[in-house]
């Protein structure tokens, strides 16, 4: 079982950056797809970006495709999401969550409902 810990939210001006992460523990995270995912106030949560098991492919989704960078690092067994040109709308509870995976190089995942593994959430708020 992996448990997942997210770091690195905080508030931020609109236009600023942030760089979460996501440390795993208990196994390897070389054995799973990540992803991120984020939750604001009376929404459901909705997908962010995600990257296959070696890092080589990934998606973002339309509204923070340009802006965001989704990244791992399998040695230091932590994921990224690198967050730049925030906006007040990318407020929410950041989830980073993982995905086992047989597929080292071609799959990731896009859907809550792939995902077994979850984070406690950081918090990321941008103001205007």
């Known amino acids: 079982q992996v448990q997942l810990v997210e770091s690195g939210g905080g508030s931020v001006q609109a236009g600023g950056s942030l760089r979460l992460s996501c440390a795993a523990s208990?196994?390897?995270?070389?054995?799973?797809?990540l992803g991120w995912f984020r939750q604001a106030p009376g929404k459901e949560r909705e997908f962010v970006a995600t990257?296959?098991?070696?890092?080589?492919?990934?998606a973002l989704a339309d509204s923070v495709r340009g802006r965001f960078t989704i990244s791992r690092d399998n040695t230091k067994n932590t994921g990224y999401l690198q967050m730049s040109s925030l906006k007040p709308e990318d407020t929410a509870l950041y989830y980073c969550?993982?995905?086992?995976?047989?597929?080292?190089?071609?799959?990731?995942?896009?859907?809550?409902?792939?995902?077994?593994?979850w984070g406690q959430g950081t918090q990321v708020t941008v103001s205007s």
């Open positions: 969550a993982a995905a086992p995976s047989a597929y080292y190089g071609g799959t990731y995942y896009t859907t809550l409902s792939e995902y077994a593994h």
């Open positions: 208990g196994r390897s995270l070389i054995g799973y797809v």
């Open positions: 990257i296959t098991r070696g890092g080589g492919r990934t």
